[in-house]
């Protein structure tokens, strides 16, 4: 009876030993999947005069809470995953997309009024969706 006990208390002191020894999950960094890792965008709404609200649904507050905080007239940073957004002001919106490297990419017919394509700046230059004229 007894060496079946011993047999137990020796498993369970290597047990313990290991577990003092080797490094948890909790103290190893875990690497972040691709499409869990979020990408510093800069958003540049400046040429926008005068100045307007403007916001990401899904990711700040709706429009019509932001006021100054989110306001053309200051640059922005935002951390996004990779995926589909919406850049809107109380006048227009458009569809701007992340891909996993952290680049951005938008429809082309909107060039002339928004800049940055494969960079992780969105530069608006439009009131409108009209180039805006100085």
Not at 66 to 91: E, P, Q, S, W
């Amino acid at each position: 009876m007894k060496k079946p006990l011993g047999a137990f208390w020796g498993a369970a002191a290597i047990a313990a030993g290991l577990a003092f020894a080797a490094p948890t999950l909790a103290d190893q960094p875990s690497p972040k999947h691709p499409m869990a890792q979020e990408h510093p965008i800069e958003f540049d709404a400046t040429g926008i005069i005068p100045p307007m609200p403007w916001s990401i649904p899904g990711v700040t507050e709706p429009i019509q809470s932001v006021r100054d905080r989110m306001a053309t007239d200051k640059v922005t940073t935002l951390k996004l995953r990779r995926g589909r957004y919406i850049f809107m002001t109380t006048v227009f919106s458009f569809e701007f997309t992340v891909n996993l490297e952290g680049k951005l990419d938008y429809m082309k017919t909107i060039d002339q009024c928004v800049g940055g394509r494969g960079t992780s700046t969105l530069l608006v230059k439009c009131r409108k969706m009209q180039p805006v004229e100085h």
